[in-house]
T-cell receptor
């Protein structure tokens, strides 16, 4: 049963610290998405990659957030320095574009719950 | 940008009854996709059903069906024969075009199924 994995599942850190979240997409999936879920904003896209290249990072605060894919099996999202307003659940999702079968849905990981105090 | 509206913050349904969760969307695109995801209290996002803008038939997946009314820009989720395990948050989402791309989510509807 192929799944997207995310580590850590929970992270509590102090304001100003660096946070790194990791995602392992489903083997063979070449598109990876990072979403953030908060009560105030709901679910919103931060960035996504295809074949390890960023396609859209318009939702990501550039001054403190960075996302990359060191290789096809690992995506990382870093926050430096972290702030209390970054507290949220961060989801990674992966998928395959055509010619894979429709509907080209995204498979979500379990999320990383981040709390910045 | 795509906009998704889910007007029902919370819905209640008795076990074995059917329930409809509303979703309207705003897009100027001709080609787009509509999705429903379920998020139980454990937090994971579970894909339920998909409808393409050019699909003439309403999508069905087991007890889930999507009531697609293109002219009204409406994509309601119908759950038949509700079960206690259906209690969760349900999100409607849209995607531009007909291929894999970013999703735009609504704010969700919290469904509670009671015995």
């Amino acid at each position: 049963d192929a799944r997207v994995t995310q580590t850590p599942r929970h992270k509590v850190t102090e304001m100003g610290q660096e946070v790194t979240m990791r995602c392992q997409p489903i083997l063979g999936h070449n598109t990876v998405f990072w979403y953030r879920q908060t009560m105030m904003q709901g679910l919103e896209l931060l960035a996504y990659f295809r074949n390890r290249a960023p396609l859209d990072d318009s939702g990501m605060p550039k001054d403190r957030f960075s996302a990359e894919m060191p290789d096809a099996t690992l995506a990382t999202l870093k926050i430096q320095p972290s702030e209390p307003r970054d507290s949220a659940v961060y989801f990674c999702a992966s998928g395959l574009p055509p010619p894979d079968r429709k509907p080209y849905e995204q498979y979500f990981g379990p999320g990383t719950r981040l709390t910045v105090t | 940008a795509q906009k998704i509206t889910q007007t029902q913050p919370g819905m209640f349904v008795q076990e074995k009854e059917a329930v409809t969760l509303d979703c309207t969307y705003d897009t100027s695109d001709q080609s787009y996709g509509l999705f429903w995801y379920k998020q139980p209290s454990s937090g994971e996002m579970i894909f339920l059903i998909y409808q393409g803008s050019y699909d003439e038939q309403n999508a069905t997946e087991g007890r889930y069906s999507l009531n697609f009314q293109k002219a009204r820009k409406s994509a309601n989720l119908v759950i038949s024969a509700s079960q206690l395990g259906d209690s969760a948050m349900y999100f409607c989402a849209t995607r531009r075009g007909s291929t894999l791309g970013r999703l735009y989510f609504g704010r969700g509807t919290q469904l509670t199924v009671w015995p």
